[in-house]
């Protein structure tokens, strides 16, 4: 939508400049007078290429769509309308993809289009749960409580992405911050010493000679060893934007020995929980186990839910599947299936949410226990084998003298 700098005066006469966004330079004054301002200029602002990168790279923070989310359903349950809420929300969010998106949704709604609909072309903004969650609490009335359920969905789901990024990002940093501690010790410390030591006469020990080497290689090919690490970056970036190879990713993932099991529970309650908030809001089941594929964020388990979808087409329990894939533990596959005997799918599967929500918290805490330690060891270990390689030769030329 286009962007206009316009300047003018309040009906107080108190002077007025900014920007505003219409679908035209009319719809722009139309919106402004509305305001009431009275304007002296107004002219439009071409964005650039890198402004026009920016929006499409940005989409909107979880933390400000939860906000988003929580204040709607407030609004809502306080009686204020639909079209007044979105217009006070897209003044106030600090979001400026939410607050473009929202200025589109009013003008739809304003013309009588429901919100669901609105929001569906905005898809950048708003996921396939959304949409289809607002549509069921447009059919039921229950518009406020579906919107409040989506803000603890993607609460609980934050938290968990949380935790799981606090697990892995401990050994990364630890790690970097031991590379970049062996690549100062390689490229500084140990060649002064290897001059000293050269000059010096003598038979050098194996594991001089070899750190010695290191630090050549380090020293002239550093380049290298950057651009096969951003190479590494861009090839596990390309494998996951192909289907094919991003199960084969996945699965190397699930099959990790001790961040496996981790991202395997994760999985599991985001996939538990988005399905028990599409099933509490009355979306038909085939569409919300459809759109749990298109979220869950792992294509093993995607791909098995869409053998569930087909399953249940055939008139087969959504369980059948599930049975015989290990990705899917029995708890899982029992909860469900007596969530889908007696009737209560969506209490069920948020109880498996539950559990496994703890269960990533439990596992983040054991793995960090585990991890320090272990880190620390390494680095020591590395460090001290640089040492070592200088020390011991020194020993020997001393004790010749």
């Not at 990002?169 to 140990?190: D, E, H, M, R």
């Not at 020293?219 to 970056?233: C, E, I, M, R, Y």
């Not at 498996?352 to 226990?369: C, G, I």
């Amino acid at each position: 939508m286009p962007h206009y700098r316009y300047q003018g005066r309040t009906k107080t006469g108190i002077k007025k400049e900014g920007t505003i966004n219409g679908k035209s330079r009319k719809h722009a004054i139309e919106k402004l007078r509305g305001q009431g301002v009275a304007l002296a200029s107004i002219t439009e602002v071409q964005p650039s290429f890198f402004q026009k990168e920016l929006t499409i790279g940005n989409p909107v923070k979880l933390q400000d769509f939860v906000l988003f989310l929580r204040q709607f359903a407030t609004l809502l349950q306080s009686g204020v309308s639909i079209v007044n809420a979105t217009s006070i929300l897209a003044r106030q969010t600090s979001s400026k993809p939410l607050m473009r998106a929202l200025e589109s949704i009013e003008e739809e709604l304003v013309t009588g289009k429901p919100l669901s609909e609105a929001a569906a072309k905005q898809k950048k903004i708003f996921p396939p749960i959304f949409i289809n969650m607002v549509q069921a609490g447009e059919a039921s009335g229950t518009l406020d409580e579906s919107l409040d359920q989506l803000a603890s969905q993607f609460e609980k789901q934050h938290e968990t992405k949380q935790k799981v990024k606090a697990a892995m990002a401990y050994p990364v940093i630890v790690g970097i911050v031991a590379i970049a501690v062996v690549i100062f010790l390689l490229t500084s410390v140990v060649p002064t010493f290897a001059s000293m030591l050269t000059d010096l006469g003598g038979e050098l020990p194996a594991i001089t000679v070899f750190v010695l080497g290191a630090s050549e290689v380090v020293a002239t090919l550093w380049w290298l060893l950057l651009l096969l690490g951003l190479l590494a970056a861009f090839g596990i970036w390309a494998l996951r934007q192909t289907p094919e190879t991003k199960y084969h990713l996945d699965y190397f993932l699930l099959k990790m020995p001790v961040f496996g099991p981790l991202l395997q529970k994760a999985a599991l309650a985001r996939m538990t929980r988005t399905l028990s908030s599409l099933f509490t809001s009355s979306v038909p089941i085939l569409q919300s186990v459809q759109i749990t594929e298109r979220v869950v964020g792992n294509e093993v388990i995607s791909r098995t839910l869409k053998e569930s979808r087909d399953a249940l087409e055939k008139g087969e329990r959504l369980t059948a599947p599930m049975e015989k894939h290990w990705v899917f533990p029995p708890l899982v596959v029992q909860m469900i299936s007596i969530g889908e005997e007696t009737g209560s799918l969506d209490q069920m599967l948020s109880k498996v949410a539950n559990f496994y929500e703890k269960e990533v918290e439990y596992a983040t805490d054991r793995l960090k226990a585990l991890i320090e330690p272990l880190m620390i060891i390494l680095l020591a270990g590395v460090v001290g084998v640089i040492v070592i390689s200088i020390i011991v030769p020194m020993f020997q030329i001393y004790s010749e003298i």
